[in-house]
């Protein structure tokens, strides 16, 4: 068993930064891809950011790409997202989640995911 907690939502000016972390309990945590999902009120969770297993390989929506980063830290059970040039439509609850399976990266989406985090809420005004 996976337990997943988020944090580091916040309140940001359109054009800011934030830095969420997922931190994971459980022994194989380091074994398994992780993910960013985010919904936003009213809306189906989406993809954000996917990771491998060793950190060698990601994937981003087009949405995010060139202004998030996915990383990990397996030494200290934890993923990262650094949000960048953050826009009001990056308004969402942020949701980190754990791959049982290790599902190549290009096919992870919500259903495909075993372990979920309870998310943190990012605010991005104008």
């Known amino acids: 068993q996976v337990q997943l907690v988020e944090s580091g939502g916040g309140l940001v000016q359109a054009g800011g930064s934030l830095r969420l972390s997922c931190a994971a309990s459980g022994r194989t945590f380091p074994s398994y891809p992780m993910a960013w999902f985010r919904q936003a009120p009213e809306k189906e969770r989406e993809f954000v950011a996917a990771i491998s297993s060793t950190g060698g390989t990601t994937r981003y929506a087009d949405s995010v790409k060139g202004r998030f980063t996915i990383s990990r830290d397996n030494a200290k059970n934890t993923v990262y997202l650094q949000m960048n040039s953050l826009k009001p439509g990056d308004t969402a609850v942020y949701y980190c989640?754990?791959?049982?399976?290790?599902?190549?990266?290009?096919?992870?989406?919500?259903?495909?995911?075993?372990?979920w985090g309870k998310g943190t809420l990012v605010t991005v005004s104008s």
């Open positions: 989640a754990a791959d049982r399976d290790f599902r190549p990266l290009d096919t992870i989406v919500v259903k495909s995911m075993d372990y």
